[in-house]
Nanobody, 119 residues
């Protein structure tokens, strides 16, 4: 089992910045990939960015050049630095961790943190 707790959401003006954090606990050594997803109002959950245990990153086209995903393995924490925020970035942001044990995969989710971009 993996437990994930997000923090850092809030209200920000367009063009502003926020940094989200995701603290992981439990069976951390089994995590292969961690990522951030978001669910805008009235829409489906979508991928924002992922980072592998080896440090490889992947971003949705809509956030490339503005968002940066990183992790501090020593603190078991993942971050999402969000710059140049736009109203379209308004969503509930969820932390995700994927584990694989003997070819069996599992998905874990945090509770979500609200990000609102508005003037």
């Amino acid at each position: 089992q993996v437990q994930l707790v997000e923090s850092g959401g809030g209200l920000v003006q367009p063009g502003g910045s926020l940094r989200l954090s995701c603290a992981a606990s439990g069976s951390i050594s089994r995590i292969n990939v961690m990522g951030w997803y978001r669910q805008p109002p009235g829409k489906q959950r979508e991928l924002v960015a992922t980072i592998t245990s080896g440090g490889s990153t992947n971003y949705a086209d809509s956030v490339k050049g503005r968002f940066t995903i990183s992790r501090d393995s020593a603190k078991n924490t993942m971050f999402l630095q969000m710059n140049s925020l736009k109203p379209d970035d308004t969503a509930v942001y969820y932390c995700n961790a994927k584990t694989m044990v003997l070819l069996v995969t599992a998905n874990y989710w945090g509770q979500g943190t609200q990000v609102t971009v508005s003037s």
